[in-house]
């Protein structure tokens, strides 16, 4: 089945120490976002890759990079992960910019 | 005023029973309307998608838009317990690149 993934399900890392979060797709789409959701909270947009190019949401703390070496994958890096970073990273995909956007599992986060 | 607003409940109902879920909004330039279904600890999945305003239906799940009142509601009917989980609205504007924007969740149990 095409799908989203993301590994691993559950990170836990220091204070500080950097981190990496990974997305796959199968759904050959063009575009792929990376969302952070805090309890009870709607997910915030952090950045997309329309193919290549990549669109940071103004907002976005410079703590967080994104990476997307090919179609398939893209990776979130938090450089000094802080207590305020624990949350839920969504990945999502859609096909153009236009279309409904399908959500990978979620990776959780939890700094100590 | 937030741009999407919803009630995060939670709300509790007996199975078989007619859920209704509502979103209210400010931007008059939304005009793609989806609702989302995320089971604890785990990605949103889209359930329905719309244009613009009127009905949709999709087996026990209807979605209505009313864009001159800027409401949108989801109707469940014959509700189950594997219905229990938070349903987050979202929109988004039409032509370009359009950010999706989420309401909050509206966390749903259905008892037995």
């Known amino acids: 089945d095409a799908m989203v993934i993301q590994n691993p399900r559950y990170q836990v890392t220091q204070f500080g120490k950097p981190v990496t979060l990974s997305c796959s797709q199968t759904?050959?789409?063009?575009?792929m976002y990376w969302y952070q959701q805090k309890s009870s909270q709607a997910p915030k947009l952090l950045f997309h890759?329309?193919?290549?190019?990549?669109?940071n949401e103004a907002d976005t703390p410079d703590n967080f990079q994104s990476r997307r070496p090919n179609t398939s994958f893209c990776f979130l890096d938090i450089r000094s992960p802080g207590l305020g970073d624990a949350a839920m990273y969504l990945c999502?995909?859609?096909?153009?910019?236009?279309?409904?956007?399908?959500f990978g599992p979620g990776t959780r986060l939890l700094v100590l | 005023q937030k741009e999407v607003e919803q009630d995060p409940g939670p709300l509790s109902v007996p199975e078989g029973a007619i859920v209704s879920l509502n979103c209210t909004y400010s931007?008059?330039?939304?005009?793609?309307f989806m609702w989302y279904r995320q089971y604890s600890r785990k990605g949103p999945e889209l359930l329905m998608y719309?244009?613009?305003?009127g009905n949709k239906e999709d087996g026990r799940f209807t979605a209505q838009v009313d864009k001159s009142s800027k409401y949108i509601s989801l109707f469940i009917r014959d509700s189950q317990p594997s219905d229990s989980a938070t349903y987050l609205c979202?929109?988004?504007?039409?032509?370009?690149?359009?950010?999706?924007?989420f309401g909050t969740g509206t966390k749903l149990q259905v008892i037995p």
């Open positions: 931007n008059s330039a939304f005009q793609y």
């Open positions: 890759y329309y193919d290549k190019d990549f669109n």
């Open positions: 759904l050959n789409h063009n575009v």
């Open positions: 999502a995909t859609s096909r153009r910019n236009q279309e409904t956007q399908y």
């Open positions: 719309t244009y613009s305003s």
């Open positions: 979202a929109m988004r504007g039409s032509g370009g690149y359009q950010k999706v924007t």
